[in-house]
């Protein structure tokens, strides 16, 4: 690894803005916003992928070879990723550092600790919660009904035993029981605040809007009713720094912030992003889960609350997946298989047509695995160029940044037009829009459902939260990453099915609705032989 101070030389970083964390990791200083302001504004490529399987489609991965594939073909790029959450690193998924020679370093301490910014989320959300439970005890001059805290407390980890907690004390004379949860803390409204604010004053005024209680008269509690700003900004202000660290091919990378894209919008911090596109030509990011989530979160909600327009999107796919999506088992994935990589494609194909919706420069990035034959391989290309798209095949894992090249080079064709065109969904801030009107937009436009329908609780929640004067939020889907419905078992690209919103959550801090669909979890739970077992 080369000197930390080395790798911010290579995106003219000066040493006064470097904090070191050891000799491999560092923060860079919000003040260098004041020397790069009027730096022209680099280009945005988002990477993102289709419907994620067991399999592995390797969309971090795509985006650290795709990084070092620009800068081996002289490319001023830079990459900007999420913070690994501590639930899949013990998990199912394990870490999120790319894989073999498409890595990001120091790996282990990426995915662990780092430099403490998830340690100091998970703090100041549980401080919140300290201070309701609080203020409700000595005298509750706030007037909070117990049985109307919604603000959950969080863990960074798996736990399925906190999903649902009774909150009371040994102190019986005082104590107030109630039913609360904990949330993994990539779940927790404050973590998609910290990625969504443009700045610290703007992440310290938004979180202060966060609704965490309601009266006896139904009133809203807010944060900023705590009177804990400051404390606040000291556990968060070292956090709000990005992180800087290196590819094993001493690339320069941001990491910062991590919200799930299942539940939250599954972005880096927005303040990441802005400094790399003042830094370098090119930023590559991604997108947490398939184009469904993370992208349509990315692109309907973080470009317009940040200003941002995406200049070319890369679209992740791998043969196995398919395969998987065409109906083969897993055990059977290496076996050559044609017939069921043609019937999966039509996954690929959904989500290359709603990428279509958002951006006129897409490309499809073939991640091949050692299993992958020629015949597949060729199989595929010839599929995708009859439909007048791009595909390239990238060997970043096997090969490091040489083998993402030809992914490079196509990416920078595209960029080099300099004629890219950025649609959204849905306009923010659109008062003619409904919460169902954009709920319904994004079932049938991007996951393909032929009907939404609301549970009586979710119905109750819309009518309250448009009367409380937030129709105009986004809307941030919670549903499976595992399917394209609401369902994680049904694989491929189903149209016509029914999505079930069966409860809607405000986070009035981050500006989002939530609807909760299926069976999707805030805070999830261990597989039976959890990753941490094989450590």
């Known amino acids: 690894m080369l ?39 680099g280009k945005l490529v988002l990477v993102t992928a289709i419907t994620p399987t067991k399999a592995g489609e390797g969309k971090t991965t795509t985006t650290i070879g795709l990084h070092d594939g620009l800068r081996r073909i002289g490319v001023n790029s830079i990459a900007v990723l999420r913070e690994p959450s ?22 282990d301490d990426i995915n662990l600790h780092f430099t403490g910014d998830f340690h100091a989320l998970t703090s100041t959300i549980n ?9 409700v ?50 779940a927790s409204e404050l973590m998609a605040i910290f990625c969504i604010a443009n700045n610290e004053e703007e992440f310290l005024d938004r979180t202060e809007d966060i609704i965490v209680a309601y009266t006896y008269d139904d009133v809203p509690v807010r944060v900023r009713d705590l009177h804990i700003r400051g404390a606040i900004y ?33 972005c880096n911090s927005i303040i990441a992003t802005k400094l790399g596109l003042k830094l370098a030509d090119v930023v590559v990011t991604e997108a947490g889960f398939g184009s469904d989530l993370g992208a349509e979160k990315f692109l309907d909600i973080k470009c317009q609350r940040a200003n941002l327009k995406p200049d070319a999107i890369v679209l992740v796919a791998t043969v196995r997946a398919l395969k998987l999506h065409g109906g083969v088992k897993f055990d059977d994935l290496d076996k050559e298989n044609i017939e069921a990589m043609r019937a999966g494609e039509c996954n690929l194909w959904k989500h290359r047509e709603n990428m279509d919706l958002f951006s006129n420069h897409v490309v499809i990035a073939i991640n091949r ?43 920078k064709k595209c960029l080099d037009l300099n004629d890219s065109v950025f649609h959204p969904l849905y306009s923010l801030g659109d008062s003619s829009l409904s919460i169902k009107d954009k709920i319904e937009c994004i079932c049938h436009k991007i996951y393909g459902a ?31 990453p595992n399917s394209l419905t609401d369902d994680s078992k049904v694989l491929g690209a189903p149209t016509g099915f029914t999505v079930t919103v069966r409860e809607v959550r405000l986070s009035a801090g981050a500006g989002f609705i939530v609807p909760l669909t299926g069976a999707v979890m805030t805070m999830p739970g261990l597989p039976k032989v959890p990753a941490a077992v094989k450590m």
């Open 3 to 41: 000197n930390i101070y080395e790798i911010a030389k290579k995106v003219n970083i000066k040493k006064e803005y470097v904090i070191p964390y050891g000799l491999d990791k560092a923060k860079i200083s919000l003040s260098i916003y004041d020397e790069i302001k009027n730096n022209p504004d």
């Open 86 to 107: 501590l639930g899949p690193v013990f998990g199912v998924k394990g870490g999120a550092v790319g894989a073999l020679k498409s890595t990001i370093i120091p790996s």
């Open 127 to 135: 401080l919140i919660s300290a201070i309701i439970e609080n203020s």
């Open 137 to 186: 005890f000595q005298g509750n001059l706030l007037n909070i009904d117990p049985d109307k805290i919604v603000w959950p407390r969080a863990l960074d980890m798996n736990d399925r035993s906190l999903r649902d907690i009774t909150v009371t004390s040994s102190d019986s004379k005082h104590s107030i029981t109630h039913k609360s949860e904990f949330v993994i803390t990539v």
């Open 234 to 266: 000291k556990l968060m202000h070292a956090a709000m720094n990005p992180n800087l660290v290196q590819t094993l091919e001493e690339n320069p990378v941001l990491v910062h912030g991590g919200p799930f894209a299942n539940i939250a919008h599954g």
């Open 369 to 411: 695995f050692p299993s992958d034959t020629d015949a597949e391989i060729d199989t595929l290309l010839k599929d995708i160029v009859s439909k007048g798209w791009i595909g390239v095949v990238n060997t970043a894992a096997l090969d490091g940044g040489v083998g993402a090249e030809p992914l490079a080079n196509a990416v």
């Open 450 to 480: 032929g009907n939404v329908i609301y549970t009586d609780l979710a119905n109750e929640q819309i009518k309250k939260y448009t009367e409380m004067g937030y129709a105009d939020l986004a809307v941030c889907m919670a549903k499976t």
